[in-house]
């Protein structure tokens, strides 16, 4: 495992833990483990909650109901960012217009024709 860059593993590389990986905290460069960073993100998760708390975990995803009507889209998400409080993430509800755009039938339609025009001036003997 030494020396391999990530791009270069394939599926089935696993690492130790003890690897050691660059980051940047709170403006400091640093280098620490991959057992170290993951240890870090056990904080993480989601919670549901009321109201936001005057602090929140770091790496833990706060859910608040919010008032929409729409079956998948009944939290907002948050998290806290150590120094700048909390940051709105959004909420998962996604509204994708594709009214304009060409069907799989239709397309498969437009190609059977293409296919028989084409056949049409260009006759095998």
């Known amino acids: 495992m030494a020396g391999k860059r990530i791009s ?12 050691l990986i660059p980051i ?7 280098v620490i483990t991959i057992s170290d960073l993951l240890s870090n993100l056990s904080n993480g998760g989601t919670e549901i909650v009321q109201t936001l708390p005057a602090q929140g975990v770091v790496n833990k995803i706060y ?3 919010n008032e929409s009507s729409k079956a998948n889209d009944v939290y907002d998400e948050y998290i806290w960012l150590t120094g700048q ?3 709105f993430l959004g909420n998962k509800q996604i509204t994708v217009d594709l009214t304009n755009y060409v069907t799989l039938e239709t397309y498969n339609a437009l190609a059977d024709r293409v296919t028989a025009l084409e056949t049409q001036l260009n006759p095998t003997t």
Do not use: S
Not at 24 to 30: A, P
């Open 85 to 87: 409080g909390w940051e």
């Open 63 to 65: 859910l608040v109901a």
């Open 8 to 19: 270069e593993m394939d599926v089935v590389t696993t690492f130790a833990g003890t690897e």
């Open 24 to 30: 940047i905290q709170d403006g400091i460069n640093k």
